[in-house]
């Protein structure tokens, strides 16, 4: 049995607008398990994100709590967009979280630009943002996550903003490097396939106020990369499922 | 040039460069055009040169000047007037749109004025400033300050915002303290925004400083050129135009050299 990593009891969320209130997320019971990868599908609009910055801590919960395992649990969040900064060199914008947080250290610098090395993008080191690709500035922006050495990656729709094949190999290698580095994820996604590529299980939200609808575990093993999974012939009836779920 | 690399890029080239001499050519073109139209007409009476003065008499009156030691000092007082108005209101501009950026319900409550200090014409207050400052270079360096502040402070908070609303989410993930996400990104996205501020008011400052020497002052290039109009000099005044619009032109020139370096 894998320990639990971080629980969201009972959470609500409202937002306070002018004309009201809009109640985002309703009674929310949802743990990410030690290792595990968490996906949240839902239908746009629905709140996925803000479970994101509730976790993150970037909002209180209206009723309810977040816990987690340890307190000294560190956590890395991945945005939609790679948010690279024009004026830094690649390896400048992967050092960037270290700097914020005061924990650059000759050995946080050499395990950050390792992970470059790993993963294809060393020749890339003092090129600008500009002079790459979508697909590898939303590595770079991974790999700015990664040189924190969280414990809990929480990705928000990290491939939605690039085209359909660069985002099928980014996808593929993404979850490689997640499941190399052993880390724990939680992926909110509006794409079921991404989901069932990607995930041990998935978290299907309502339309809004979420609610959880329910959880569906997906059994294909850990290790097996997304592109794979696409190929099995279970892959379709766990669409089915999420499909049917989500629908009103 | 690179070399070409085939008969079509070659040719290609060749037209590439043939177009950027024909704009030089037709530039220098223009000018001599326009000075020898000038020239002509005064020497065949088409006008009178008394009330349009002609490039040769110009040319006369800026020797006259040097020789006499005059148009050091006329240039030398207005430049100072100007880089002077120009580095303090660029300065001051940047600081307070600092303060405005870490103070956003201070920006709020002082929005209106700031639209309304950008809108009205500076100008306005060089009565005010003679009578608060005095009739002296003092005054007229206030004009210059005056007239590049505001625009400076509205082009660089502008900038300053802009490079908040994209990366704050980013910074906060991170953890940053504002005094970082101020140090990190809005500073260094600034700077591009800082050096069109720069482009702006240094053509600013020269307009604030030539109307303060309209108002009040013993020497200088505004200085020549109402005098000039009042004792009808013509020459005078032309040829005080003609050198300001070469200081101002090296001036700029200066300013997108600086901004060049600095992208790159």
Same mark, same amino acid.
């Given at each position: ?7 969201? !009891? ?47 801590? +970037? ?13 000294? &649990?560190?956590?890395? =969040? ?18 960037? /979280? ?21 993963? /294809? ?37 990290? *491939?939605? @903003? ?65 592109? !794979? ?5 279970? *892959?379709?009836? =766990? ?10 | ?30 000018? +001599?055009? *326009? ?48 880089? %002077? ?27 209106? =004025?700031?639209?309304? %200090? ?5 100008? @306005? ?48 993930? &991170?953890?940053?303290?504002? %005094? ?6 809005? +500073? ?23 109307? /303060?020497? =309209? ?50």
């Amino acid at each position: 049995m894998q320990s639990e990593l971080m629980k969201l !009891e009972n959470v609500s969320l409202a937002y306070h607008t002018l004309a009201g209130e809009t109640v985002a997320i309703q009674n929310l019971n949802l743990s990410v398990l030690d290792g595990e990868f968490l996906a949240i599908v839902g239908p746009s609009g629905c709140g996925k994100t803000t479970v994101l910055s509730l976790i993150m801590g +970037l909002m209180r919960p209206t009723s309810g709590s977040v816990r987690f395992s340890g307190k000294d &649990l560190r956590l890395g =969040y991945m945005l939609q967009r790679d948010h690279l900064l024009d004026h830094r060199t690649v390896e400048k914008n992967v050092l960037l /979280g270290l700097e914020v947080q005061h924990r650059l250290t000759e050995q946080s610098k050499a395990r950050a630009f390792e992970l470059l090395d790993t993963y /294809g993008l060393g020749d890339f080191r003092t090129y600008k943002p500009q002079q790459l690709s979508g697909g590898m500035r939303q590595k770079v922006a991974l790999i700015r996550t990664l040189a924190l050495e969280p414990d809990l990656l929480l990705l928000d729709e990290p *491939f939605s @903003a690039l085209d359909y094949q660069t985002r099928l190999n980014l996808c593929d290698e993404v979850c490689r490097i997640i499941r190399s580095e052993g880390k724990s994820a939680v992926l909110v996604t509006h794409d079921i396939s991404e989901a069932i590529s990607t995930a041990d299980r998935v978290a299907v939200f309502s339309a809004r106020p979420a609610t959880l609808k329910t959880v569906i575990e997906i059994g294909f093993p850990k290790d097996m990369p997304p592109l !794979e999974r696409r190929s099995q012939a279970a *892959f379709h009836d =766990y669409f089915d499922r999420i499909w049917k779920e989500l629908q009103p | 040039m690179k070399n070409a690399v085939s008969e079509a890029h070659a040719k290609y080239l060749r037209r590439i460069r043939r177009d950027a001499r024909t704009v030089v050519l037709s530039r220098v073109a223009v000018l +001599l055009g *326009f000075l020898s139209l000038w020239e002509l007409g005064a020497d065949l009476g088409w006008f009178d040169p008394f009330i349009l003065s002609s490039p040769s008499r110009v040319l006369k009156t800026i020797v006259r000047l040097y020789a006499d030691g005059a148009l050091w000092l006329h240039i030398g007082t207005t430049l100072l007037e100007t880089v %002077l108005g120009f580095l303090l209101g660029t300065l001051l501009g940047a600081l307070i749109a600092v303060l405005l950026w870490w103070m956003p319900k201070l920006n709020r409550i002082l929005d209106p =004025y700031l639209v309304v %200090l950008n809108a009205l014409p500076k100008i @306005a207050l060089g009565p005010v400033l003679i009578v608060w400052i005095g009739a002296g270079t003092a005054s007229i360096v206030v004009m210059g300050v005056l007239v590049s502040l505001v625009v400076t402070t509205v082009t660089v908070l502008n900038g300053f915002l802009a490079a908040t609303d994209e990366k704050q989410l980013l910074m906060r993930t &991170l953890g940053a303290t504002k %005094l970082q996400i101020f140090t990190k990104v809005v +500073l260094p996205a600034g700077v591009p925004d800082l050096i069109s501020a720069l482009k702006i008011s240094v053509g600013m400052s020269w307009v604030g400083v030539i109307v /303060g020497e =309209y108002l009040v002052s013993k020497a200088g290039l505004g200085y020549l050129i109402v005098y000039g109009g009042q004792v009808f000099k013509l020459d005078l005044v032309m040829a005080s135009v003609t050198v300001l619009c070469i200081l101002a032109a090296l001036m700029y020139y200066a300013v997108a050299f600086l901004e060049k370096k600095v992208r790159t």
